[in-house]
């Protein structure tokens, strides 16, 4: 964990208060006493904050007396539901809420709306980290937040001890949905790699000498999201097209045949070649994959 409590620092640091101390919660404290920010902690369960006062958090008795504390209050709980419940009893006016908690978008804005309607400025986070990367700016991980713009800045140099931070706007929802739609990213991603190595585990292949391979091979692949965009702005999803829908289409069936042969399951594969069947059947077979994207919009996107 870097130290940030050197002879050049600030006498002292903005004091705050953590409302959850799970696995996340601990890390994010840690991080901000060894960077020598007072810090006031509760927990529904009060065992799990010990380690935190032995380090030098001040324990409080209950949620509400944690957040009459410090101006600035901080919530990592397990859901929107436990923030509700947390701070049912709590004096909110003037305090500065920042949400940690994982949720919806759709749940940010009820957050904050409720947030503000006690009295409070509100901020939502989505942490794209892991406990182990809080505390080290090395890892690359970072904290998106979105909401009160004017929050954000007063406490900017607080939020960036644990980990980078990225302000995304004053909808509340947008941390959590650039949070999510990161993480279904990474869900495509990893089924993708789940059925690479289910194809050739048996074969008198390594998997250690295969990982690489794979990994280079999706490194380089990533790039095409950059086109996707491009295609999204301009609403032109043919022009430069090297592969298009056709042919992918067409290949599909290749890997199909394949996984059949290997005895491997195509339920990881089949959802998204049938959606490629479909817009290539209704006349798009010249587009890039950019294409596709409207026919998942259930809001009435137009394909």
């Known amino acids: 964990m870097t130290d940030n409590t050197s002879a050049t620092a600030p006498a002292s640091r903005p004091p705050l208060t953590l409302l959850g101390t799970g696995a996340m919660g601990t890390a994010l404290a840690r991080a901000w006493l060894a960077a020598g920010h007072?810090?006031?902690?509760?927990?529904?369960?009060?065992?799990r904050t010990a380690a935190l006062a032995a380090e030098g958090a001040t324990v409080a008795a209950s949620a509400a007396g944690a957040v009459a504390a410090n101006r600035l209050v901080i919530a990592c709980l397990l859901d929107d539901a436990s923030v509700g419940t947390a701070l049912?009893?709590?004096?909110?006016?003037g305090r500065d809420l920042v949400n940690l908690t994982t949720g919806t978008p759709a749940e940010g804005r009820a957050r904050a709306a409720?947030?503000?309607?006690?009295?409070?400025?509100?901020?939502?986070?989505?942490?794209?980290?892991v406990p182990p990367m809080i505390?080290?700016?090395?890892?690359?991980g970072y904290v998106f937040y979105s909401g009160s713009g004017e929050l954000f800045e007063e406490h900017r140099d607080t939020l960036a001890v644990p980990a980078g931070t990225r302000y995304v706007g004053a909808d509340p929802g947008f941390a959590a949905l650039h949070d999510v739609a990161l993480l279904s990213a990474m869900g495509g991603l990893f089924a993708g790699v789940t059925h690479a190595f289910a194809l050739v585990r048996g074969e008198d292949i390594a998997p250690g000498d295969f990982a690489p391979l794979l990994a280079s091979w999706l490194t380089a692949m990533t790039l095409s999201v950059h086109?996707?965009?491009?295609?999204?702005?301009?609403?032109?999803?043919t022009t430069g097209v090297v592969s298009?829908?056709?042919?992918?289409?067409?290949g599909n069936a290749t890997l199909l045949r394949t996984a059949e042969e290997q005895g491997v399951s195509t339920e990881l594969l089949r959802p998204y070649m049938e959606l490629m069947t479909r817009h290539v059947a209704d006349g798009h077979g010249d587009e890039d994959t950019a294409g596709m994207i409207g026919r998942l919009d259930l809001r009435g996107g137009t394909v």
Do not use: C, K
């Not at 086109?227 to 999803?237: C, F, I, N, V, W």
């Open 38 to 47: 007072p810090v006031t902690v509760w927990n529904r369960t009060p065992g």
């Open 88 to 93: 049912e009893d709590a004096d909110l006016a």
């Open 114 to 129: 409720w947030a503000t309607s006690r009295g409070a400025r509100f901020l939502d986070g989505g942490i794209m980290a």
């Open 135 to 140: 505390g080290h700016p090395e890892s690359g």
């Open 227 to 237: 086109r996707t965009a491009e295609q999204l702005e301009s609403g032109d999803y």
């Open 244 to 250: 298009n829908l056709a042919m992918q289409a067409a």
